[in-house]
Nanobody, 120 residues
Framework: QVHLVESGGGLVQPGGSLRLSCAAS????????MDWYRQAPGKQRELVAG???????NYADSVKGRFTISRDNAKNTVYLRMNSLKPEDTAVYYC??????????????WGQGTQVTVSS
């Protein structure tokens, strides 16, 4: 079983910055990909950014140039640095981690979510 713990959300003024973290623990043999999603009230969950085991990244058009995803493979942790935040970035942010355990079983786990509110 794989457990994810997210941290770093909060209230920030427009133009401000936050860094989210998501640490994975448990029976992890290999992590293939780590992604950040967000869900605003009344909207569907959307992919914000993703990073593969090789370090390739992808971003939603709405956050390109403002958000940076990174990972620490030794710590099984993924980060999301968010700069120049806008009110429309307000949402609950979730991490998603996909990989395999020591028995070769593939897993996909979600974090509990962390609230990001951008408001003056």
């Amino acid at each position: 079983q794989v457990h994810l713990v997210e941290s770093g959300g909060g209230l920030v003024q427009p133009g401000g910055s936050l860094r989210l973290s998501c640490a994975a623990s448990g029976s992890i043999f290999s992590i293939y990909a780590m992604d950040w999603y967000r869900q605003a009230p009344g909207k569907q969950r959307e992919l914000v950014a993703g990073i593969t085991s090789g370090g390739s990244t992808n971003y939603a058009d709405s956050v390109k140039g403002r958000f940076t995803i990174s990972r620490d493979n030794a710590k099984n942790t993924v980060y999301l640095r968010m700069n120049s935040l806008k009110p429309e970035d307000t949402a609950v942010y979730y991490c998603n981690v996909r990989g395999s355990d020591y028995k070769g079983r593939v897993f996909g786990s979600w974090g509990q979510g962390t609230q990001v509110t951008v408001s003056s």
